[in-house]
């Protein structure tokens, strides 16, 4: 899949752009502060509906704005005009200009991986951001786990809203609680199982790209469910979530909120059992969400039968050659590449003969270059 054009209105520093991309490379270059990054995050807003950088609307519309609107024409099987309008209270989706009411119809139609300065955050940040990251990327892949987490948070607004409203003069409602509970594990164990086989599939990816770009052995990802389990099937869940809420009512009426769950899940990146977080250098962490997302690659070819737009944000600047190197060995062919630098001296003069070059300065594009 490619897409072919882009257009952006009141978003982040953008006024507007209209953009025509190249169907397979594109380099996108200007000093730091232009726009770079966020033209390949309205790009990945075009097709999961949420950013990779924030966690709301408000701040991806340009300053003094009321709304943005990101549109794009994507190329796959056939053409398809997919839209994106942003208030700081609402999004809305449109494809061929027509209303979309199930974001699930939407974010089918386009996948993109992208590689970012705040990949490292998936690391070292919290697990809310890493239980961010999975979830983004198993929503571009399925769209039952993007329908079964949003009815997930759902029900679990509605039990911690329950829990905020006990108290001692009031009796609990056993009936409803139990309701909520039902519910709540029925969407509960198909997030866990697939989170579980995603994690799965990266893991026979993963290991030999991270030992081929980093020349470290060892290498694996690790899910955390919060509660304690020994298998993921369904009468396992069933059973540890069940026991979880029930034996540990009495704590989450005092904390007002639900202990267990994906909710709490969290993911680990590690060399055999050290994990990086705690035990790796900066450049092994960056050669692991590396190694992550070009196994994703991978998955999303073999899941989804088509290549994945990518997005490269600035990633060549702190690898060496061999890294460069072995990082493009994975994203070349097939695939629509979109990479943004500071400068252009760290692209192959290879890649640049190939590439569609476009000058960024003030949010606007001062020069397009092509095939230099």
């Known amino acids: 899949m490619i897409i072919k054009t882009l257009d952006i209105q009141n978003f982040r520093n953008y006024t507007s752009l209209k953009l025509d991309l190249n169907d397979k490379l594109n380099i996108i270059y200007g000093k730091n502060?232009?726009?770079?990054?966020?033209?390949?995050?309205?790009?990945?807003?075009?097709?999961?509906?949420?950013?990779?950088r924030s966690f709301t609307s408000d701040n991806l519309i340009k300053s003094g704005e009321e709304k943005a609107k990101i549109k794009g024409k994507l190329i796959k099987d056939?053409?398809?005009?997919?839209?994106?309008?942003?208030?700081?209270?609402?999004?809305?989706?449109?494809?061929?200009?027509?209303?979309?009411?199930?974001?699930?119809?939407?974010?089918?139609?386009?996948?993109?991986?992208?590689?970012?300065?705040?990949?490292?955050?998936?690391?070292?940040?919290?697990?809310?951001?890493?239980?961010?990251?999975?979830?983004?990327?198993?929503?571009?892949?399925?769209?039952?786990?993007?329908?079964?987490?949003?009815?997930?948070?759902?029900?679990l607004k509605l039990r911690n809203e329950y829990l905020k409203e006990l108290n001692p003069n009031v009796p609990i409602d056993l009936n409803y609680m139990q309701s909520l509970n039902d519910y709540l594990v029925n969407k509960s164990i198909f997030i866990y199982q697939m989170r579980n086989k995603f994690v799965e599939k990266l893991n026979k990816?993963?290991?030999?790209?991270?030992?081929?770009?980093?020349?470290?052995?060892?290498?694996?990802?690790?899910?955390?469910?919060?509660?304690?389990?020994?298998?993921?099937?369904?009468?396992?869940?069933?059973?540890?979530?069940?026991?979880?809420?029930?034996?540990?009512?009495?704590?989450?009426m005092h904390l007002k909120s639900t202990l267990y769950g994906p909710h709490r899940d969290d993911f680990s990146f590690n060399i055999e059992n050290n994990n990086l977080r705690e035990f790796g250098s900066q450049g092994q962490q960056k050669m692991a969400v590396i190694a992550l997302k070009l196994s994703e690659i991978e998955v999303f070819k073999n899941f989804k039968k088509t290549s994945p737009i990518i997005l490269l944000d600035d990633v060549f600047s702190d690898l060496d050659n061999t890294k460069k190197n072995n990082l493009l060995k994975h994203i070349k062919g097939d695939m629509q590449v979109i990479i943004t630098t500071t400068d252009l001296d760290s692209i192959d003069k290879k890649l640049l003969n190939q590439a569609k070059l476009i000058h960024i300065e003030n949010g606007q594009i001062n020069e397009i270059e092509v095939e230099k």
């Open 33 to 52: 502060g232009q726009g770079k990054t966020n033209l390949l995050e309205s790009i990945y807003i075009l097709g999961s509906t949420n950013s990779h």
């Open 205 to 252: 990816i993963c290991p030999p790209i991270y030992e081929k770009i980093a020349a470290i052995k060892g290498f694996n990802i690790k899910y955390h469910p919060s509660i304690e389990i020994e298998s993921f099937d369904k009468e396992t869940l069933k059973k540890a979530l069940h026991d979880a809420y029930n034996n540990h009512l009495e704590k989450e």
């Open 78 to 155: 056939i053409s398809y005009n997919l839209e994106i309008n942003l208030t700081k209270s609402k999004k809305q989706v449109k494809i061929d200009d027509k209303v979309v009411s199930k974001f699930t119809d939407y974010i089918e139609k386009m996948n993109v991986i992208i590689f970012s300065s705040e990949d490292l955050d998936l690391i070292k940040g919290s697990p809310l951001e890493r239980r961010k990251y999975f979830n983004l990327e198993l929503s571009q892949l399925s769209i039952n786990y993007y329908s079964a987490l949003a009815d997930f948070n759902k029900l």
